[in-house]
Antibody, heavy 114, light 111 residues
Framework: EVQLVETGGGLVQPGRSLKLSCVAS????????MSWTRQAPGKGLEWVAS????????YYPDSVKGRFTISRDNAQNTLYLQMNSLRSEDTATYYC???????WGQGVMVTVSS | DVVMTQTPVSLSVSLGGQVSISCRSS???????????LSWYLQKPGQSPQLLIY???NRFSGISDRFSGSGSGTDFTLKISRVEPDDLGVYYC????????FGSGTKLEIK
C-alpha cells in the first residue's frame, strides 16, 4: 500500500522558516518525481514544487520561487520542503504527492501569522 | 501559466442521476510527446484529493466505471453516472502538460 506521511507543519511568524518532510512507502521512491501541492483554507489546489526522481532538477511556480526549496533523500525515502521568508498567503494545507499525482498524503497544516 | 476553467461551480443531483463537469484550458494540453495530461480529482469532505481519471479518459486503479472522462485539446468533460452518496465532494481538473495547474473546483451535492 502506497503511503505518504507529511510532518513538520505548525504556526510560524511571517518572515520565518519551516521545513516539511514526507516519508514515502509502498513504492520504489527513486523511480518517481515527487511534488508538493497546497490548499489555502476553503480554496482550491495550487502546485508548489516538483523534483525529478534523481533530485537533479527542481521546478517552482513564481509564487514561491526563491523562497521555497524542494529536496529529497532517496536512501531515506523522504521528500522535503524548506520554506523561507514565509508570508500570510502561504497559510495552507501542504500535500506531498507522487509525481504522477496518483497518490496524496494526508496533508499538513502551515499557518503563517504573528 | 495554463488557466483551467471549470463549470459549473456547484451542482445538485439526485441519487441515481447523471452529471457532467466541464473543464477548459487556456492553451492546448497536447504535450510534445503526443500525450494529453489532463486529470480529474475528487476531494471528499475532510480528505485529501484522490485521482479519478488521468490522461483524459483513463480510470485510475479501483475507480468505478460510473466515472468517465473525455475531450481533447482544450475542452474536457467528466461524467458521473448513477450518482451515489459517496460521490459528494469537490471535483477538480488539473493539467500536467506544462507547469501543473488546477481548476477552481466543482462542488457536487446530493439532493
Amino acid at each position: 500500500e502506497v503511503q505518504l506521511v507529511e510532518t513538520g507543519g505548525g504556526l510560524v511568524q511571517p518572515g520565518r522558516s519551516l521545513k516539511l518532510s514526507c516519508v514515502a512507502s509502498g513504492f520504489t521512491f527513486n523511480n518517481y518525481w515527487m511534488s508538493w501541492t497546497r490548499q489555502a483554507p476553503g480554496k482550491g489546489l495550487e502546485w508548489v514544487a516538483s523534483i525529478t526522481n534523481s533530485g537533479g532538477s527542481t521546478y517552482y511556480p513564481d509564487s514561491v520561487k526563491g523562497r521555497f526549496t524542494i529536496s529529497r533523500d532517496n536512501a531515506q525515502n523522504t521528500l522535503y520542503l524548506q520554506m523561507n521568508s514565509l508570508r500570510s498567503e502561504d497559510t495552507a494545507t501542504y500535500y506531498c504527492t507522487r509525481g504522477d499525482w496518483a497518490y496524496w498524503g494526508q496533508g499538513v497544516m502551515v499557518t503563517v501569522s504573528s | 501559466d495554463v488557466v483551467m476553467t471549470q463549470t459549473p461551480v456547484s451542482l445538485s443531483v439526485s441519487l441515481g442521476g447523471q452529471v457532467s463537469i466541464s473543464c477548459r484550458s487556456s492553451q492546448s494540453l497536447v504535450h510534445n510527446n503526443g500525450n494529453t495530461y489532463l486529470s480529474w480529482y475528487l476531494q471528499k469532505p475532510g480528505q485529501s484529493p484522490q485521482l479519478l481519471i488521468y490522461k483524459v479518459s483513463n480510470r485510475f486503479s479501483g475507480i468505478s466505471d460510473r466515472f468517465s472522462g473525455s475531450g481533447s485539446g482544450t475542452d474536457f468533460t467528466l461524467k458521473i453516472s448513477r450518482v451515489e452518496p459517496d460521490d459528494l465532494g469537490v471535483y477538480y481538473c488539473g493539467q500536467g502538460t506544462q507547469y501543473p495547474t488546477f481548476g477552481s473546483g466543482t462542488k457536487l451535492e446530493i439532493k
